[in-house]
């Protein structure tokens, strides 16, 4: 199976994507080198994966039972070791020689995305962000923060499913408006009742969901929003010295989270446009999508895993915009501490000042 | 923290006690009396009730008179005919204009055939007797110790133990625990935004951020009135003290009633 990794020109050391520079650098003789300039080399690289196919393949049957159970292997071309990934990995490192192994054959045909955002932030941004996680918050339990150790942090393109759709929304709410007045002995309060019609439509662009079964849904919506305007066509370049997945979850399935996002965003939109009632309630809705669009794209995270007490915390971030996200543990004892002091405190404070204003 | 708490939780007491232990230490003498015109009380009464007026006297620290009268005729001081200000200008020519204290009125003949009884209060004593504390005091006095079955003792002695109870700066049994129980739910308050701070991953509600700009369009908005209905509930009955000014010029709260 083919492997590939970017051979600087000059020194044929690995190349990798440096987020900084938004530039493919070589480690080892520092050379800079346009994503768009190495086109054309990518594409003599790819006919050099397309000679060794037959060989990769020789070495693959050998592990057919493997395959059968998820398992992929191949072969690093620096080192010539193992590679070990399972049937979604996309681009991932050599274990044996660290360098980064972009595995072709998961973008070829329809697997090909059609946009990537590039990291625009490093891992020791994804560090920074992470000790700024942990200050200013009182129950997290100091031992955490104290010992302070992250386990792994990778940058992972994430396969994301965008849909773009025109939405139809025809919406009756029942409204109410109340007026008070009072004479010397009642309270009075009318309340009017409006039903209020709203008809009219409204567009999403590049509503993402996530691709991967492997990244949860709730931490991937966490560290949204990306900007698609920075979005660039697909390049396998920009995967290099980063991991990256395959979609596991198609667009199909996808489909039925994007619907219930884009409904409830039209509800809420239409329910913004009936001002000057008290109460609004949605009565009946109807949302018709057309003219819907797919698109496939990777977008970056940094993904932080640390242990506390036995139990792991994941922890993301959003390659673009620096967005972190992670649930922190609870101090229990801090919790109880607090609640107990500040009653104890509260209370004589509150029970005090009932007396200082009969003394006053 | 527990320590930052404990000297927060000190330097509260310093302040109440230095605020309240004036309050107690102060020493302004205050008169009482009984002047029973009317004659309604044996002599053995009296003692006792002079007594007990005495008592709420000094407990209440104010000045306190009880007095009964025939009618609102032959007074040694000038007012305007109605019992409160007869109550009134009778607590000022005793003690002066705004002082603190209270005077007990009452009238066997007010001249419409019925008599009354009247709480004048002045000084700080116009907010330590709200209006509800004295309606209290009348409906009890008038219910249980009422004058036609049990003599005059008994109602104006109620009447004075009744000032005392309200008076005296208190705070119902009930507070205590109640006050614990508002800092409770606080300190539960506070903790749930706390704990919000620990949790930042969750779903998106919606897709807000992917609406295209400008593509929103509203092709059809109608607001179709329906019916109304009206509803209505009792005022909540006024709590504070009213106030007054005699004819004499000074400030007084306190109220009365015929029976």
């Known amino acids: 199976m083919a492997v590939h990794e970017y051979k600087c020109p000059c020194c044929s050391g690995a190349l990798a994507f440096d987020s900084t520079i938004q530039k493919m650098k070589c480690p080892f003789c520092d050379t800079e080198f346009e994503v768009e300039a190495l086109k054309a080399y990518d594409e003599d690289l790819n006919n050099e994966g397309t000679d060794k196919l037959e060989w990769d393949t020789n070495a693959g049957t050998q592990w057919t039972t493997d395959e059968a159970s998820g398992l992929r292997s191949y072969i690093c071309q620096s080192c010539g070791g193992e590679i070990v990934g399972d049937e979604n990995t996309a681009a991932t490192e050599c274990p044996f020689c660290g360098n980064h192994a972009i595995i072709m054959q998961q973008f070829s045909g329809s697997l090909k995305p059609d946009y990537v955002i590039p990291f625009k932030l490093n891992k020791e941004a994804a560090k920074a962000e992470y000790l700024k996680h942990l200050q200013g918050k009182f129950l997290l339990p100091k031992i955490f923060k104290d010992e302070n150790h992250i386990d792994e942090i990778k940058g992972i393109y994430v396969p994301f499913w965008l849909f773009d759709s025109d939405a139809d929304a025809d919406i009756r709410f029942r409204a109410t408006r109340t007026r008070s007045w009072s004479d010397s002995n009642y309270n009075y309060v009318e309340t009017s009742y409006f039903s209020v019609y709203r008809a009219g439509n409204v567009a999403f662009d590049h509503v993402p969901v996530d691709g991967s079964t492997r990244m949860p849904d709730d931490l991937m919506e966490s560290v949204e929003p990306y900007n698609f305007s920075e979005a660039v066509d697909f390049r396998t370049a920009y995967l290099s010295g980063y991991f990256a997945d395959k979609y596991d979850v198609d667009a199909e399935q996808s489909i039925e989270r994007a619907n219930q996002r884009i409904k409830t965003s039209t509800e809420d939109a239409f329910r913004d446009t009936v001002q000057g009632y008290v109460t609004v309630t949605p009565e009946y809705s109807s949302v018709r999508l057309h003219d819907g669009k797919t698109k496939y794209a990777f977008y970056p995270v940094w993904l932080l895993n640390t242990t506390y007490k036995d139990e792991k915390y994941t922890f993301a971030m959003n390659g673009q915009t620096g967005k972190f996200v992670g649930n922190l543990p609870t101090d229990k004892g801090k919790f109880w501490r607090f609640a107990a002091i500040f009653t104890a405190v509260a209370g004589a404070l509150i029970y005090g000042g009932m007396w200082l204003i009969q003394l006053l | ?259």
């Open chain 2, 1 to 259: 923290m527990t320590k930052r708490l404990l000297a927060a939780l000190f330097a509260v007491v310093l302040i109440l006690s230095v605020a309240i232990l004036p309050a107690y230490a102060e020493s302004a003498s205050y008169s009482y009396k009984l002047d029973d015109s009317a004659d309604v009380l044996s002599p053995d009464e009296e003692t006792k009730l002079l007594a007990t007026i005495k008592d709420v006297s000094e407990a209440c620290k104010c000045n306190l008179a009880f007095a009964t009268v025939k009618d609102l005729n032959g007074a040694s001081f000038s007012h305007n005919g109605t019992t409160q200000d007869y109550a009134d200008m009778y607590y000022e020519t005793l003690y002066g204009k705004n002082t603190d204290g209270i005077v007990v009125l009452l009238v066997l003949n007010n001249g419409k055939g019925k008599r009354d009884i009247y709480i004048s209060t002045s000084g700080k004593c116009i907010k330590q007797l709200s209006d509800s504390e004295r309606e209290d005091i009348f409906d009890v006095a008038l219910d249980k110790h009422s004058p036609d079955s049990k003599g005059y003792y008994d109602f104006l002695n109620y009447i004075a133990v009744g000032i005392k109870g309200a008076v005296i700066p208190h705070v119902k049994w009930y507070m205590l625990p109640l006050s614990f129980i508002i800092a409770f739910v606080l300190a539960m308050l506070i903790l749930s935004f706390l704990k919000k701070q620990l949790k930042s991953v969750e779903m998106q509600r919606g897709a807000v951020n992917y609406v295209r700009p400008g593509s929103m369009n509203v092709t059809a908005a109608r607001d179709s009135y329906l019916y109304s209905t009206v509803s209505r509930t009792a005022r909540p009955k006024d709590s504070g003290s009213s106030s007054h000014t005699s004819s004499g010029g000074g400030s007084h709260g306190g109220g009365g009633r015929s029976f």
